[in-house]
Structure formats: C-alpha cells, structure tokens
Nanobody
Framework: QLQFVESGGGLVQPGGSLSLSCTGSRYTVDNYHIAWFRQAPGKEREGVSCISSSGGTTTYADSVKGRFTISRDNAKNTVYLQMDALKPEDTAIYYC????????????????WGRGTQVTVSS
C-alpha cells in the first residue's frame, strides 16, 4: 500500500510554530505529488497544502496561506510543513498523502492514509 509516515506534531501555544515531516517507508516521496490534510474533531478532513513532485508547484488553503510553508527534500525522502503563527483552530490530526493531480483543485488524494500526527494549539 502506498502510505507515508507523519511526524512532528505536538502541543504549542497560540502564535507558536511546529514543523511536520512526511517520509516514505516502503515508497519514497520523490515520485509523488504530496498533499497535507487535516481533520479536527467532529469535522471533515480538509486539504491544507500540496507540493508537486518537483517542488515547482505549491498550493495552500486560504485558512493557512501566509502562515504555513510546504517544502520537500527528495534526497532526504521527506516533505515538510512549516507551520507558523498557529491558531487554536489549527488543532487537528495532520496527514500526508499522495496526490493524483499536480496540486489542482480540488485535491484528489490516493493511496492509504497514515496514522497522522496530532497538532494541538492551546494556551
């Protein structure tokens, strides 16, 4: 199954920062467009950001634009999501997944969802 592993979540105060990582185990990330999604309690999973396989295209949800930055280092088999100026409404489980489009809208993930990484923004 095509699946990636998320890490880097934690508890942070409002206004703080976290950096999430997405790595491949059985598969490497370098062949895939990668998207970050999140799911808050009681809400549907939503797309947060996407990066094309080359890194040349990046997209962001309006709610995180200007605060989150997606990047990738294919040599390290890792995609990153730098999250700054975090807000309580960013609290969610964050997932990375392969994306079938070149970060088009809407995002069309494929493969399997991983366990995700919990991000909690609270004072």
């Amino acid at each position: 199954q095509l699946q990636f592993v998320e890490s880097g979540g934690g508890l942070v105060q409002p206004g703080g920062s976290l950096s999430l990582s997405c790595t491949g185990s059985r598969y490497t990330v370098d062949n895939y467009h990668i998207a970050w999604f999140r799911q808050a309690p009681g809400k549907e999973r939503e797309g947060v950001s996407c990066i094309s396989s080359s890194g040349g295209t990046t997209t962001y949800a309006d709610s995180v634009k200007g605060r989150f930055t997606i990047s990738r280092d294919n040599a390290k088999n890792t995609v990153y999501l730098q999250m700054d100026a975090l807000k309580p409404e960013d609290t969610a489980i964050y997932y990375c997944v392969a994306e079938s489009t070149r970060c088009g809208s809407p995002l069309r993930p494929f493969g399997s969802w991983g366990r995700g990484t919990q991000v909690t923004v609270s004072s």
